[in-house]
Structures are given as structure tokens and as C-alpha cells.
């Protein structure tokens, strides 16, 4: 068995030993006799790893008990949808701040359903190379709600602040954040947020499975009209399990809040080697002839790091040779080009190390 | 490590050779240096993972060329909603057939969605003991669509025929099958549905996967308004990637569909079991003064077998016996109690003698 370093943007590596707890559960769960993926999402041992999980989580981002956690399916793309329904039952528009893709594609759902949805700020200007600063985020007079994205994963532009979501009358609207590719980076004030989700395919476990932290008071402003399964109420009065939830994957996303508490030390730890990663690949990069990032200093990217490479030539020869020397998907998204690491907590400060020694070697014999 | 027999309805007993591959695979994909759970969905091993599981279930259900196979998620609950989306693009309304608990959901969201939707045949009046007869079923003239479900998993209540769609007029329309719990228990003539879909976590594998068979000509009757990821048609083009699909499930889904083919023999092989197992359990049934199942001869589900015992206070002994000779799982639904055996497809025939043998012996000491 050979392990190498994953740099994939998403789904993306996961701790090693949650892969081999996984791998030793896989037949017999503890003695049960059975896998976690055969249990009934509502026997007792299934439920005390759903439970389990839940407290995890909110013991690792201090979750305050006035916030209802969900653990539900269709990935951050289902949430486009899911949330304007749950926020738009009062009327008023959703105000967006527009700073990469994946803040667009909610933007083009939210109108899609809902006709008008009004970008208040946008980073666009200067391609996505800095977010608006405070000042620029001026919001409708009905804003129902401000979305925002922490943190761009394929631009590899991330927020530097907490946005406030506040009407030009003073009034305050809730913060709803995709936090997809940055939750768990580090610690977090939940209490800024209405509503924060995130797809699990980074930070929290294997594809399938969105995590959504919901400020109790928002469960009662929906629009009748929706699909019964994107009923933030419905689901949190059901613990998540109005139907089937993805149960294996939740199981994973819990051994995984496991390793944040136990192997690593809680998200103070997770972010203090995060900020190492980062600040080793940057200044690699920035120190080179050959490689270049265009992000603003202040949002750059913990997670993402895109860089490109002087010459395109040598887009090609570098990705052959990284994933020869087991550094696997760097490559750049299709939609930009480029190179791109990803790295998420479970990408060990050895990969960094490794890919950084890799550069600088690729650099001397090819720059 | 022990492996009981597990009845569970859902999520269920998944075959051993499948989860020992899953396991043997599970840190390091055939040489590839890391999980299937961390690969892109974009990346070549994984999209050649997601195409195989396509080709291999094309070919157990010989699924014709002009249907589309989408793995997408929710659950078969969140095709309640998009199955309508889908198909009253045109106008019209939703015919039912109400057999049962999963039925009448079925039902109920397209209410809630869509206003009326026409019960045009229930077994209600008997109790849900057999489902209505060919003739029994009337279309509305405007039906769109007509919805059944083809095995109640909760009920025990299986359809014998395949039911027409046809409206008054002699119109054809689009014959729509939540065939959850019973897909893949036998062959299957694709060719006489419109859309076929089916929860993974019985016959497929894990739970938080959708399998969802449709006929391209349904693909453009949309209506306008549905969310984007509930959009077959999109869904279609994209093979089912708009956004990440839930990966790992969909690769556990391929390793049952290989299993199927070349541990079991294809579907063929796979009905006589089923029919095997069925045929014993339910005749150890009916000899009995304890127990008693009270469906319709020709309506018995072959892979949900409700029994009840003849004095309702030996149900929890009979539950705590059975679990300590490690026949798990066998508590009836919550809904109607008794007692449940499933005998989906990896339910090995041993499972079910071994049952037989506890039933027998529990019979004649407590009897």
C-alpha cells in the first residue's frame, strides 16, 4: 500500500487515520456485528455516532445552543436553492457579495427561482484578485439576507473578515456564508452567522453529506412553496432524518471531528499549522522566478493556493512530474488554468514540504 | 471479527465480498496512492469508477439506449419532489396508485408542490392486504403521469403486474415506479417505464444515493420554475456531475453491480434466490399457529416478509432471542409493529434458514 500527497481541490484527502479506522470498521462495527452502512438510521447504535458527531462539531466550533446543526444531502449547490427558500418567506431580496465562481453559481440559482437577487459587492473589477472591503458592502433596502462565500476555492480568494449584514435602515438581516472549503480551518464565531453550510467534500469527510448551522429563530421565515426536504424546521425537529441521511458519510465526518479533537488538538491547533502550510507555499511561491500568485496579500487563500507558472510550456512537464514524485492533482480548475494546492487539514505539513522541495527542484532544472 | 445476518429494511445487509473489497481498497485505490473517497470526481480513475457502475447496471437491467441513468442524491424522498418538477412542465396532473406508507408520501409531496394530485387507485379499503387490479385503474383525462410504487417496503405489499398508463382517451403517458426496495431483486422489462428510481440503501448500496432511470423523451418536460439539480435533462448532460456527486457511495453502488454479475450470475440467478428465500420463510409462516403475515398470496413482497405473532407480548422476547442468536434488525416499522424480515439481495439464503430454525424453536418453547 502506498500513500501519496493529495492536493485535490475536492473531494479531497482525508486523514490516514480515519481511512484506517474506516477500513477496520468496515465489516463489524465495535462488536455489532454488522458495517455502519448496514445499520437503520434509527437504531440506537446509528444514532449515537449521528449524535456523537453533532456534539463534536459543536464542541469543535463552540456552536452556541441557539443553533440547530443539520447533516443533509445535494451538496453546497442543493443549499443554493435550499436557503433562499428557507429565507424568502417574508418577501425582501437576497443581496449577494460576488467574489468567484462558486458566489455566482448561487447567485444564478437564488434568481433562477426567485427572479431579481442583487450582488451589493463584488470583487469582479479586479478579477477576483481582492475582496470589497467593509465600506463597499451597502445593502438593499429589502434585503432579506446577505450570502457571501469565505472562501473562493478555485480563485483561492478567502474573506479576511466577517461581513455585516446590515440594511442602509439599520436593520440587521442574517449572514449566510458557504463555508464549503474553509469550515473547520480554524476557530470560527458562529454567532455572526444565520446560516452557515458547507458541502463535507473538504474539510469534513467524503462527498454526499452538507453540514448546516442554522440560527433557531430563521427556522420559521420559509416560503410554503418549497420541496418538503429543504425544510430547515422539518429537519431539525427530525435531527436530520426526515428520510434516509447519507449515514456512512456522516459516520466518516464524525471520525474526522474525532481526529480534529484528539489527533490534532482542536481548531486553535488545525489553524495554527493551516497558517504554516500556507504561509510556506506563498512565500516559496513568491520568492520564485518561475511561479506566481496574483492574490491580494490580505485574501489570499489558506486552502486554495492557484499559482501559475511563467511559462505554460511547462504546465505540463510540471504535472507529470509531480504526480511521478506522488504529489497528485495539482493541476489548476479547467474553468482558469494553472496550477492549484488545496490544502485542507488533512494534508500534512509534510506534503507542503514535499511539494515546495519539488518546485524549487523542477524551477532549477527547468525555469 | 463476527458478521451477523442483518434484515434490516434500510439501510441494509450489503454483501461481505463487497464490503472486503471496499476495505482491502480503502487507503489506497489499486496503486493509485490514495482513497476513492478523496479522488476528483473529475479525475480520470474515478470518472472510469462512475462509468463502469453505469455499464455494469445497464447491463443487469438491460437498460435500452434511449433511457439515461442519473446517480444523484436525496433519497428516494427527494424524487417525491422531482419527479413532478419534472414531468408537469406540460401541464396536467399527477396520477397516483396508493398501496401503501411510501405511496401516499409520494402523493402527498406532489400536493404540496403541485396542488391536486389524483388518487385513481388505493388498496386502502382492504387494509393495504393486495393492490388493486388491472382494471381498477382508471387515469384522470388529463393525467400527466401515473406514480406507483412497486414494492411497500413497510407494508410487505409487492406488485405482481406492471400497471399500463393510459388515459381514457387511449393516450399513453408516462408509467413513473419508486422501485426502492425491490430494483435489482430480478430481471426487469425497462422498456415499459417512463422513469424507474430507486434509494440505494437496499438493493444498490449505501444510503445517500439515488439511482434514477429515465426515458430521454421525458427529458424536456420540465417546468421552468424547479430547482437546477432536481433537472434530469441537466443532470443527463452533465453525467450526473452538475456538482459532486456523492462519490463513494456510487463506487460502493459498482461494487454491488459486479458482485451481481460475477459472484451472483446477473439477475436471472439473483431472482431464483430471491424467490427461494422468500418461498421457505413465508411457508415457515404459514405452517405456524404463531406466526401469520396477512397479504394477498399474489401481492407477498419477496423482500420485506411483515410477520406478526399470535400474542403481541412474545414480540420483545422474540426480538431480544433473536438478536442474541445474531439475527438482527427484525422489529417491524415503527408504524405498524410485529415483526419484519427484508430479504434484499445480499440476505444470504443461510440468513434466512437460520431465521426459520430460530422461528421453529422459539415456536415450540414459547409458542
Redesign the interface.
Known amino acids: ?4 500527497y ?1 492536493f ?7 486523514p ?1 487515520a480515519v ?2 479506522r ?2 477496520d470498521e ?3 462495527y465495535r ?5 455502519v ?7 440506537p447504535e446509528y444514532v449515537a455516532i449521528a449524535r456523537q458527531a453533532e456534539a463534536d462539531l459543536r464542541e469543535l466550533l463552540a456552536i452556541p445552543d441557539h443553533y440547530r446543526v443539520l447533516f443533509t ?6 443549499q ?2 435550499a436557503v433562499p427558500y428557507n429565507l424568502l418567506g417574508r418577501g425582501g431580496r437576497a443581496n449577494f457579495l460576488h467574489t468567484g465562481i462558486w458566489g455566482s453559481k448561487a447567485v444564478a ?1 437564488a434568481r ?2 426567485f427572479g431579481d437577487a442583487p450582488v451589493v459587492a463584488s470583487s469582479e473589477a479586479n478579477g477576483h484578485s481582492a475582496v470589497p472591503r467593509p465600506d463597499d458592502i451597502v445593502l438593499t433596502e429589502d434585503a432579506a439576507y446577505l450570502h457571501y462565500t469565505a472562501n473562493e476555492t478555485i480563485g483561492g480568494l478567502e474573506f479576511d473578515f466577517v461581513p455585516e449584514a446590515v440594511r442602509p435602515d439599520g436593520g440587521e438581516v442574517p449572514l449566510v456564508c458557504d463555508m464549503s472549503s474553509s469550515i473547520l480551518s480554524g476557530p470560527l464565531d458562529v454567532s455572526k452567522f444565520g446560516i452557515i453550510y458547507a ?1 463535507a ?1 473538504k474539510n469534513i469527510g ?4 452538507v453540514v448546516v448551522i442554522v440560527r433557531e429563530d430563521l427556522l420559521d421565515r420559509a416560503r410554503p ?1 418549497m ?3 429543504f425544510d430547515y424546521r422539518a429537519l431539525a425537529d427530525a435531527g436530520s432524518m ?8 456522516w459516520y ?1 465526518a464524525g471520525l474526522v471531528f474525532q481526529w480534529l479533537k484528539h489527533d490534532i488538538g482542536g481548531l486553535a491547533a488545525m489553524n495554527a499549522i493551516n497558517d504554516r502550510k500556507a504561509a510556506k507555499l506563498y512565500a516559496a511561491i513568491d520568492s520564485s522566478e518561475l511561479y506566481a500568485n496574483p492574490i491580494a496579500l490580505r485574501n489570499r487563500s489558506r486552502m486554495n493556493v492557484p499559482f501559475v507558472l511563467a511559462d505554460e510550456r511547462l504546465d505540463k512537464p510540471f504535472l507529470a512530474e509531480a504526480d511521478a514524485a ?1 504529489l ?2 495539482l493541476k489548476g480548475h ?1 474553468s482558469v488554468g494553472g496550477m492549484r494546492a488545496s490544502l485542507y487539514n488533512a494534508v500534512p505539513e509534510a506534503a507542503v514540504d514535499a511539494l515546495i522541495a519539488f518546485m524549487a527542484d523542477f524551477e532549477q532544472r527547468r525555469g
Chains 1, 2 share one sequence.
Open positions: 500500500m502506498t500513500r501519496h493529495n485535490c481541490a475536492g473531494p479531497a484527502a482525508l490516514a481511512l484506517e474506516a477500513r468496515m465489516l463489524d462488536g455489532h456485528g454488522l458495517s452502512m448496514e445499520m437503520s438510521h434509527r437504531a444531502q445535494g451538496g453546497a449547490t442543493l443554493f436553492a440559482e433562477h427561482l458541502g467534500q467524503p462527498a454526499g453529506l412553496d420541496p418538503s426536504l426526515i428520510n434516509t441521511p447519507a449515514t456512512y458519510s466518516l506522488g497528485l492533482n479547467r
